[in-house]
């Protein structure tokens, strides 16, 4: 069995090193010329990170992430948190891992360290694959072709292996922007913020930050209508004048968080609509390339870790036959991130709800929800933390599709 992999981001370098521990042989491939990713944050529930542990990262994870005690989602003009989720210790308690907050670069440079180099190739960019009864192969636009026993795009949002085998539907808009930064904790030290997750909510705008990197760096994440800015990029710089006057008369920590900000940046922001199959033949897709979604539930780099446990073990384990191991990883994988797009797609509405009596209603069902949990995980928690990719490949967690979610 050889697999050629597309994409060296999160989703596919998990699924290189997976395979290396399966003892399957892989080639990576990577347009970019060195590893390298957007320097912002990440959230990886413990579903994510029980993966990445059994992939060696365990100890770098504690040196390198902050682990938050909640999320709170308050209120714009008060900073009133209406509803507070549980997460340290009682996640690690429950689920045998924690929730952490991790810098992406860390996490890209802890999992590529460990990979063969032998097995990877920076600076190919794809031209063209296919497939016959026997093989699938790749040519990249260098000329070099590559042959293998499958094909798995991992090449994020705007996948040309989606675009070429699969439906070209382009990625679909938002209507959002997401404004982003990241700064020295110590630069707003006084507002003294306890290691959480924040996630302010108002009219049409929400601004959502946490620390990492050991609780050194503060990373936030602000959304708003687009007004036209339909450029997908994380290069794109942003006005700091600009976010101040989305979020002014806003209860101050938001502003202060930004006006301490050295470097802003600005995107469009956009998901992909679910397929019905991410597998033809030989040629599979996995990660942002077949579920791209919106950050409200931080779960895109945890489906693509997911899948790229599921998907190696599959193979492994069936590489007598190649095909059928693409499907039976289809059929474990594709209903759960398919529901993880459609209900990030739900929270961007109740994250920027406008309308008062619609704001009165959802606060007050997170009051509800604060009082009857209290302390306590909720269904939607354990629906999401609860999944056991190794168990799913053996057949015996089945649990999530029977709970409710969202």
């Known amino acids: 069995m050889k697999v050629i992999i597309i994409g060296a981001g999160i989703g596919g370098s ?8 399966a003892k399957v042989d892989y080639v990576l491939l990577e347009q970019a010329t060195s590893f390298g990713e957007v320097g912002a944050g990440i959230q990886l529930s413990p579903n994510a990170v029980r993966i990445l542990t059994w992939l060696g990262l365990g100890d770098d994870l504690e040196s390198f992430c902050a682990e938050p005690d909640f999320h709170k989602y308050s209120v714009w003009d ?29 996490v890209i440079d802890a999992l590529t360290r460990r990979l063969d180099h032998s097995k990877v190739r920076m600076g190919h960019k794809v031209k063209s694959m296919g497939q016959d009864g026997n093989q699938a192969w790749v040519v990249c636009e260098n000329g070099e072709r590559f042959e293998g026993d499958v094909v798995i795009g991992a090449d994020g949002i705007h996948s040309v292996v989606r675009e070429q085998i699969f439906k070209p539907d ?19 030290s006084d507002l003294e913020i306890p290691v959480s997750a924040y996630i302010d909510m108002g009219p049409n705008l929400s601004f959502v930050y946490y620390y990492m990197s050991g609780g050194r760096k503060l990373n936030w994440l602000a959304t708003g209508p687009s007004n036209g800015n339909k450029q997908e990029s994380w290069s794109q710089t942003a006005s ?15 502003a202060r968080i930004v006006a301490a900000t050295k470097q802003t940046f600005v995107t469009a922001m956009y998901d992909r609509n679910p397929l019905d199959s991410w597998v033809s033949g030989r040629i599979a897709l996995m990660g942002d390339a ?7 539930h931080a779960s895109g780099a945890g489906q693509g870790i997911e899948d790229a446990w599921v998907l190696a073990r599959c193979l492994q384990l069936g590489a007598a036959n190649p095909e059928n191991a693409l499907n039976q990883y289809e059929g474990l994988r594709l209903e ?39 302390d306590r995980i909720t269904p939607e928690q354990h629906w999401l933390y609860s999944y056991d990719a190794e168990k ?14 969202w």
């Open 14 to 21: 998990a699924l290189a090193l997976s395979l290396q521990k």
């Open 336 to 374: 759960r991130a398919n529901r993880m797009v459609r209900h990030s797609r739900e929270a961007e509405g109740w994250y920027h709800l406008a309308d008062a009596d619609a704001v009165a209603r959802r606060n007050e069902r997170f009051r509800k929800k604060n009082e009857a949990f209290g």
């Open 170 to 188: 382009p990625p679909r808009a938002s209507g959002y922007v997401s404004w982003r930064g990241v700064l020295d904790a110590a630069d707003v």
């Open 240 to 254: 700091k004048d600009e976010i101040l006057a989305a979020f002014k008369g806003w209860y101050d920590r938001p």
């Open 392 to 405: 799913a490949v053996l057949g015996n967690d089945d649990e999530w599709r029977n709970l409710p979610a």
């Open 290 to 296: 077949a579920h791209a979604m919106l950050p409200y």
């Open 78 to 106: 008060t900073g009133e948190t209406v509803l507070r989720v549980a997460l340290k210790p009682q996640v690690r308690a429950i689920y045998g891992s924690a929730y952490y907050h991790a810098y992406r670069p860390d």
